[in-house]
C-alpha cells in the first residue's frame, strides 16, 4: 500500500482506499459465517438455502469490486487524505459487513417475510435479477474504462449499454444487485445497506450529470436520467 504526501497532509491512492473497503465484507461474512460459534448461542449445523445463496452472492459481488479496482477502473483523482479512509470504510465494514452478516447467518434464519420470494420460482427470479445486475454492471464499468486512457483524466459522453438512458447505469445495475439480496433474504440489515448506498449512489448520479451538462453542454443527451431510468 502507497502513502504519499500532499500539501503536509498524509494521503493514500483511490485505489487502495477502495482495496481497503471492499476487503471488509470479504474477511467479516466469512467470519460469521463459518464461525457461528462464536458469535450466537449456538452453532449452525446446516446453513438453509437462503444463507448459502446470500453468502455465494455477497462474496462474489465483493470479489468482482476488488478485481475492478485493480484491472479496471481509471480515477480521475489520485489521492484523498488517509484520514478519510475510516470514514469511507464504515459503510461497507460495517454496514454491508457485520450489520448484514450478524442477522443473514444466525442461527434458525430462514428469511420468508415474503413468503412467495422463498419458492423455488421466487429463489430462482431473485438469482437471476442478481445475475443480470452483476453482469450488466460489470459491462458498463468495462465502457467507462474504455473512455478514459490510462494515465490520462480524459472525460468524455459514455454511450451504449445502460448509457442512453441513465448517467450512471453502473449505480443503477449495482442498487438492483442489491434489492434481488433483499428481496431474497427479507433481512431488514440488508434493506439498510441499500437503502443507504442507493441514498450515496444517487448523490453521486446528480452531480454526474450536473458536470457532464456543465463540460459538454448541447452534446450531453438531456433526456438521460440520473440513476433510474425514464424516473429519477
Given at each position: ?20 473497503e471492499?476487503f471488509g465484507?470479504l474477511?467479516?461474512?466469512?467470519l ?6 462464536l458469535f ?10 437462503v444463507q448459502k ?7 462474489i459481488?465483493f470479489?468482482?469490486?476488488?478485481f475492478?479496482t ?6 480521475s ?6 484520514r478519510?479512509?475510516?470514514k ?5 465494514w460495517?454496514l454491508?459487513?457485520i450489520?448484514?452478516?450478524y442477522?443473514i ?5 430462514t428469511?420468508g417475510?415474503v413468503?412467495a ?6 429463489m430462482?427470479f431473485?438469482?437471476i ?7 450488466s454492471n460489470?459491462?458498463?464499468?468495462i465502457?467507462?474504462?474504455n473512455?478514459?486512457?490510462a494515465?490520462t ?5 459514455p454511450y451504449?449499454y445502460?448509457f ?12 438492483l444487485?442489491?434489492i434481488a439480496i ?9 434493506w439498510l445497506f441499500?437503502?443507504v448506498?442507493?441514498a450515496?449512489m444517487y448523490?453521486w448520479?446528480?452531480k454526474k450529470r450536473r458536470?457532464?451538462i456543465?463540460e ?5 443527451p438531456?433526456?438521460r436520467?440520473?440513476?433510474i431510468?425514464f424516473i429519477?
Open positions: 500500500m502507497v502513502f504519499v504526501k500532499v500539501q503536509s497532509r498524509p494521503q493514500i491512492s483511490w485505489r487502495n482506499v477502495f482495496i481497503v471492499y465484507p474477511f467479516i461474512h466469512p460469521f459465517y463459518f464461525g457461528s460459534k450466537y448461542k449456538e452453532a449452525i449445523v446446516e446453513h438453509t438455502p445463496i446470500c453468502f455465494l452472492f455477497i462474496m459481488h470479489l468482482k469490486r476488488e475492478e485493480v484491472a479496471i477502473h481509471r480515477f483523482n489520485n489521492s484523498m487524505p488517509v478519510n479512509i475510516f469511507n470504510s464504515f459503510h461497507y460495517v454491508s459487513g450489520n448484514m452478516a442477522w447467518y444466525r442461527p434458525g434464519f428469511s417475510h413468503p420470494l422463498t419458492s423455488t420460482i421466487g430462482a431473485c438469482c435479477l442478481w445475475v443480470y445486475s452483476e453482469v460489470f459491462l458498463t464499468h465502457i467507462l474504462r473512455l478514459r486512457p494515465g483524466r480524459v472525460r468524455k459522453i451504449g445502460g442512453n438512458v441513465v448517467t450512471c447505469p453502473n449505480y443503477f445495475f449495482e442498487t444487485g442489491w433483499c428481496l431474497l433474504s427479507g433481512s431488514l440489515s440488508s441499500t437503502i448506498a442507493f450515496q448523490q448520479a446528480v458536470n457532464y456543465k459538454f453542454g448541447d452534446a450531453f438531456k433526456n436520467t440520473a440513476i431510468p429519477l
